[in-house]
């Protein structure tokens, strides 16, 4: 799955969905609990990045090991939502999937 495949959130989205403001939605974004990127111009999160209409929990800790191997918000994303070899996933995919241990194992190699 590609990430013109992937549904979409704006922030106005993101504040319907978690019920809290914009400023919370932007924190979310600042401490690596979500990830977002602009695309045509305007700041969107892949839905994969939340489950039951909360952060997935396994992404924050899989941010940080991104952005340790010096990845910026772009490359992370890009890594994230395209199929990598080892995983035989995207590896957005992988997290959801319980493969949390393996994602970061594979994204720690990436530095």
Same mark, same amino acid.
């Given at each position: 799955m590609t990430d013109s495949d992937r549904s979409w959130l704006t922030v106005p989205d993101l504040v319907d969905m978690l019920g809290v403001g914009p400023s919370r939605v932007r924190r979310l974004i600042e401490d690596r609990h979500l990830l977002a990127v602009r695309r045509d111009g305007v700041l969107q999160v892949? *839905?994969?990045?939340l489950r039951d209409d909360e952060p997935l929990h396994e992404l924050r800790g899989t941010l940080i090991v991104l952005g340790d191997a010096g990845f910026d918000d772009d490359e992370a994303m890009a890594w994230l939502l395209e199929t990598d070899d080892a995983l035989e996933a995207a590896p957005i995919d992988a997290l959801r999937n319980g493969r949390k241990a393996e994602v970061?194992?594979? *994204?720690? *190699?990436? *530095?």
């Open positions: 892949p *839905a994969d990045f970061r194992r594979v *994204a720690q *190699a990436l *530095a």
